[in-house]
């Protein structure tokens, strides 16, 4: 039986949470501006992207910036350093300068299960950062062409079952939560699905409107306009919470898959030995541009809910999914070199 991917995390103490960040708000309401620092920032911010351009770490990423520049006064600058699975960009930012000014917005399946999947990723994700705030929170989706004949995931499972190996599914790389749901799904339902990785979800979607591959699995911000322009069809969705575009699909557990309740998160991540107090401004500015009305408003209708937490908590999930998702690799017996 496959628990839960994620659990609820235990709140922060008063103490450290009134050390490490200024008070957040609820969700919609009016967040206070980050105290200002005598040293930081002064210069351009960049944040690093470790995938390509189009898909939904991307989106974020810009998403973001754009608030976080004015916010902090200083320009934040995306930078896409895709390759690996997130692998390239994300160890980039490990080998940094501590000081604030080079940032990462990764996800799960980079810093909680490519470390487990991966023989050498370039950094430990425990050891050589310092999380700052979580951005989001999703299920991930699964989605097929309009065209496509496969109108429920039914279909999509009884024609693997008629035709071992031959029916694909795509994903934004290997090891990704995406390649692990598809794995789930084929063992539960003892299946030969054939696996397509990409290097991130733009080129995947590309090609899955082109009838390349079958179906692909993926965060909901990197499909949502495609489904809500009625050129993709959800087959279903990992988790319960449901919001934006993705409101009425299905999830997997109502349609007979079970224990495979998984969530999707992003995140941002600055090198290890960055100094608390600006690690504190930037979590606080995060939680202000995270609750702006684009921001807010976007991000949800994208399927996802903002979260904005402080460091600590971050920090607690990170090392509790690294956890969890490294005894899911080792029973799939999954590896990448």
Known sequence: MIPHATRAPRRTAAAMAAALLLPLCAPGAHAEAPAPLNDYPRQAITLVSPFPPGGGNDGVARLLANELGR???????????????????????????????????????????????????????????????????????????????????????????ARPGAVTYATPGNGTLSHLTGVLLARQKDLSLVHVPYRGAGPAVNDLLGGTVDMLITSPPSVESLVTGGKLRVLGVTHESRIGAFEKAPTLAGQGIKDVSIEGWYGVFAPAGTPPERIAYLASAISQAARTPAVLDKIRQDGAEVVASDPATFARKLHEETTYWAGVVKSAKLAVD
């Open 71 to 161: 916010i902090t006064g200083q320009s934040v600058v995306v930078e896409n350093r895709s390759g690996a699975g997130g692998n390239m960009g994300t160890a980039a930012v490990a080998r940094a300068k501590p000081d604030g000014y080079t940032l990462v917005l990764s996800q799960n399946s980079v810093m909680a299960v490519n470390p487990a999947i991966y023989k050498n990723t370039g950094f430990d994700a425990l050891k050589d950062f310092a999380p700052v705030s979580q951005i989001t929170s999703a299920p991930l989706a699964l989605v097929v062409r309009n065209e496509s004949p496969y109108r429920t995931l039914a279909d999509y499972l009884n024609d693997a079952k």
